[in-house]
Structure formats: structure tokens, C-alpha cells
């Protein structure tokens, strides 16, 4: 099992630019969701989905969309990049969803840089 | 609504002292789940362990312990003979059922994350 994989690890965009972040998991897990990461903020949830054709909006959800038309991928795109955009963004994946969930796994981060 | 608080966001300690990581969090939910993950300057983010509501009993994992009390609302880490490679940040994290309840999924609330420095 590779887990959770992120693509790229590193991107400089420029204001107004748009990009897709990649997200996939091979574990079958239905739970996806993708969180940023700021300096001070901890990580706050953006986007998730409770299996394929499902997604709902997070804590931050403006400037992003999200899609899941298959298990194993969840991309994030951002139409419009802005350098309030500029973050750390982990995608993570877990089982189901509900109080008995299983422990939520996260990939290695993509590093974004809006100029 | 659910809320994690890291009152300590920076410590620093020598090799082999032992160090202790707040976590103090609320909730109107009887069941939930509690998390620590650590993150290495690699910038990953590791999960340690998951704690549900119900179960108060402390938990050893070789040099790490955790002391949960639902009477303050607490969740505790602590490392014991701190190691240089024990240098990373600690993220506390409360599941919220409320979402699910309410016709989403159960999310991770995250504290802010507290980093630890261990100097040889």
C-alpha cells in the first residue's frame, strides 16, 4: 500500500493562476478530505467527502473546489490563486464515517506559494 | 462547538527530560475521539494515538504516555527521556460527531500544535 499520495510536493503559482492538487489513496478508504496548514492555525478542514459523487464543504472552503468521482481520488483546485492561498495542504483518507471511525491517515503535504 | 486548545505552543528541554503536552478541548458531544499526531521537520504528519470518550484508562507506548480526564476536559502527552529525534510539532485533535449528526461526516478539530525542541 502506498497510503496517501500528494502530487506536487512543491508549487509556485502566481496570482491568478489556477492548479489542481492531486490527492489519491489505495486503501479504499470512502473518507477523504483535504485541510491547510498555517503558521499559528493548526489545520483547518477545506473540503471532504464520504465516498464518490458525495463532497461538502469545511471550516475554509472558499477559493477551492473539490470532486470525487472515484474512490481512490480526491482533487483540490484552486480557480483563481490568491497569496492568502499560500499553505501547507495535507489530503487525508479514512474508512467510513460516524463515532466508530477509523483513525484518519494523512499523505506528506503539498507545499503552495501564491506570488 | 468543538475546540481544541495547545496553551503551549513552543518548549524546549535537554535530552532525556521528561516533557509533558497539554490538551484541553470542548464538547457538548458524550461520544467523540481524541488524537495526537506528531509532526517531524520532514513536515508529515504521524498519527499516535486515538483515545474514544468512553475509555479513561491511561495509555503507555514505550517512552510515550497519555493521561486522559474527561473531569477536565484533558487529554495529556507525555514523553519520557525526551530524544533529539522527539523534535517535531504535536497536534491534539477532537473528532466532531456533530456534523454527522447533522447529516455530514464526522470531522478533526485540530489545536495549533505545540513544538517541541529536544537538545542533545
Known amino acids: 500500500n502506498a497510503g496517501v499520495t500528494q502530487t506536487p510536493k512543491f508549487q509556485v503559482l502566481k496570482t491568478g493562476q489556477s492548479m489542481t492538487l492531486q490527492c489519491a489513496q489505495d486503501?479504499?478508504?470512502?473518507?477523504m478530505s483535504w485541510y491547510r496548514q498555517d503558521p499559528g492555525m493548526g489545520l483547518r478542514l477545506i473540503h471532504y467527502s464520504v465516498g464518490a459523487g458525495i463532497t461538502d464543504q469545511g471550516e475554509v472552503p472558499n477559493g477551492y473546489n473539490v470532486s470525487r468521482s472515484t474512490t481512490e481520488d480526491f482533487p483540490l483546485r484552486l480557480l483563481s490563486a490568491a497569496p492568502s492561498q499560500t499553505s501547507v495542504y495535507f489530503c487525508?483518507?479514512?474508512?467510513?464515517?460516524?463515532?466508530?471511525?477509523?483513525?484518519?491517515?494523512f499523505g506528506p503535504g503539498t507545499r503552495l506559494t501564491v506570488l | 462547538a468543538q475546540k481544541v486548545t495547545q496553551a503551549q505552543t513552543e518548549i524546549s528541554v535537554v535530552e532525556k527530560e521528561d516533557v509533558t503536552l497539554d490538551c484541553v478541548y470542548e464538547?457538548?458531544?458524550?461520544?467523540?475521539?481524541l488524537f495526537w499526531y506528531k509532526q517531524p521537520p520532514s513536515g508529515e504528519l504521524v498519527f499516535l494515538i486515538r483515545?474514544?470518550?468512553?475509555?479513561?484508562q491511561n495509555e503507555i507506548s514505550g517512552r510515550y504516555s497519555w493521561n486522559f480526564q474527561k473531569s477536565t476536559s484533558s487529554f495529556n502527552f507525555t514523553i519520557t527521556a525526551s530524544q533529539v529525534v522527539d523534535s517535531a510539532v504535536y497536534f491534539c485533535a477532537l473528532s466532531d460527531p456533530t456534523s454527522r449528526a447533522q447529516g455530514g461526516s464526522e470531522k478533526l478539530v485540530f489545536g495549533k500544535g505545540m513544538k517541541l525542541t529536544v537538545n542533545p
Open positions: 464538547t457538548r458531544d458524550t461520544t467523540y475521539y
Open positions: 487525508a483518507s479514512r474508512t467510513g464515517y460516524g463515532v466508530t471511525t477509523d483513525t484518519q491517515y
Open positions: 486503501m479504499n478508504h470512502e473518507y
Open positions: 483515545r474514544n470518550s468512553f475509555d479513561e
